[in-house]
């Protein structure tokens, strides 16, 4: 375990934005753990800082895993992963060894513990349809224990771990994979892809994920910064009449979920800046760090959007980014 006393958290976040932690610990797989311990107001656990927006200096302990790349097959399917491993490394490693299913997360940003938390999900596949399992270190019972699939809570973007913020650290996830290469096509841009292996999936999936997003090198982001809200069948089909132009909702068991990106772009914030933060030309769902601007004006500029986009469609909107 290494400590960092008044460190930037600068390189840790990928909004690039500068505040300072005052203290950081790395845990490296192996570590003893009864040293650390919970206050909930004290302890943040941070993985690749791509979903985090950091408004202040944060007075006390963050905890992130080491990003490691250590992982172990337990069967043909079944592998365990280091949480602090990219979850990208990951997926090329399943596909040079002949296992499937991960491959349309490719190039999502962040580490494999958050990709249980976040339940990321992309091109029509999510985590948590590949999780078998989660172990965790308890930092307030002080022990480690495994959660299976089913007791995790997995939602949109959503899990146990979410609510229970700097309780859980996400040491290992177990990932079920299949030896059978299924493409799946079910996202629209992927339709002219049937004959593609899996390795040519992940780098079209690639491909036209950065077409659309900030490159990190050149500008931060948190990828999208609101989750698609969900709305009751009459006020869809009120705001369908009114916007024939609107996507059509998908359809799910709690309502219909519009595209936070239409509302955006419909409200003319496409491409607009506000002070030092903006929202990405090609993107209107991405808010970026345009200059080296700080966690307040990306919170103003999400505020200004909120008010916006409740004003003009009466739809309120929530962040998928975590503000601290
Ligand atoms: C350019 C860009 C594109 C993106 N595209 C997508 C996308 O397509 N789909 C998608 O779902 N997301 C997307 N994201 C968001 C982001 O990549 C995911 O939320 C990712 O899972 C965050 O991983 P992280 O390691 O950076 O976690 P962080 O941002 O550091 O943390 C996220 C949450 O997980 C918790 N956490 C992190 N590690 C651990 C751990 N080991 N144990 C317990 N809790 C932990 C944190 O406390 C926090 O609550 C994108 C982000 C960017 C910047």
Redesign the pocket.
């Known amino acids: 375990m290494k400590v960092y006393e008044n460190i930037s958290l600068k390189p ?4 690039g934005i500068d505040v300072k932690a005052r203290r950081l610990v790395v845990v490296e797989p192996g570590d003893d753990l009864v040293t650390l311990t919970l206050s909930h107001s004290e302890t ?9 927006v950091f408004t202040k200096d944060y007075e006390g302990t963050v ?3 080491s990003n490691t790349f250590h992982l172990s097959p337990l069967t043909s399917h079944l592998v365990t992963v280091w ?2 491993m ?2 990208d490394d990951l997926i090329q490693w399943t596909l040079d060894h002949g296992l499937y299913g991960l491959e349309n ?1 490719s ?17 029509g596949a ?2 948590k349809d590949f999780i078998e399992s989660v172990e ?1 270190y308890d930092l307030m019972e002080r022990r480690q224990c495994t959660f299976c699939n089913a007791d995790c809570q997995f939602a949109y ?1 959503d899990s146990l ?2 609510h229970h ?2 309780r ?4 290992r996830v177990t990932y079920r994979l299949s030896k059978k290469f299924v493409p799946n096509l079910s996202y629209k841009a992927l339709e002219g892809l049937p004959h593609a292996t899996a390795q040519q999936l992940r780098e079209a999936i690639t491909e036209v ?2 077409s659309k ?2 490159r ?1 090198e050149e500008h ?5 910064f609101f989750k698609n809200p969900v709305v009751d069948e009459s006020t869809y089909l009120c705001l369908k009449a009114e916007y024939p132009d609107m996507p059509d909702a998908h359809r799910s068991d709690n309502g219909y979920k519009l595209s936070a990106g239409w509302l955006i772009d419909k409200a003319g914030w496409k491409g607009r800046t506000q002070g030092r933060a903006g929202v990405w030309p090609k993107n209107a769902l ?1 808010l970026y760090n345009a200059d080296g601007c700080s966690g307040d004006e990306v919170r103003a500029l999400a505020a200004a959007i909120q008010q916006d986009v409740k004003q003009k469609f009466g739809v309120a909107l929530d962040p ?3 503000i601290i």
């Open positions: 840790y976040n990928t909004f943040l656990i941070l993985g690749g800082g791509s979903n985090m905890i992130t895993l949480g602090g990219e979850m997360l190039a999502i940003p962040g580490t494999v513990g958050a990709s249980a938390v976040q339940n990321v999900g992309a091109y999510e985590a965790v973007r771990f979410k913020p700097g859980y650290l996400i040491l994920r950065w997003l900030p990190p931060g982001s948190a990828g999208s991405v998928e980014a975590i």
